[in-house]
């Protein structure tokens, strides 16, 4: 007969460095502290093992950087450029 298990492929887990940069940038959204960056570096972590070991998540560890790095311009036009 027709064998299911076997005709189906393993998808690759996903990086958890992407997924927890993508967390952490997001959080730092929210929190307004320095967070974004960490989370910003913790998802290029995750891009680099993604391309290196062919995990998913690019979308997120992408989301990650674009995230954090949003999170540092506010958090430096806050403090720089809003007058206190």
Known sequence: MF???AS???RP???KAAIAGFTISCIGLFV???LGPLGAAI???GL???K???LRGRGLAIAG???GAADLAFYLAARFLIPS
């Open 65 to 67: 950087i674009i995230i």
């Open 3 to 5: 064998d299911l298990e």
């Open 13 to 15: 887990a996903f990086s």
């Open 52 to 54: 290196e070991q062919g």
């Open 32 to 34: 307004f502290a320095m």
């Open 8 to 10: 189906v492929k393993a």
């Open 48 to 50: 680099r093992r993604i």
């Open 43 to 45: 998802s290029g972590i």
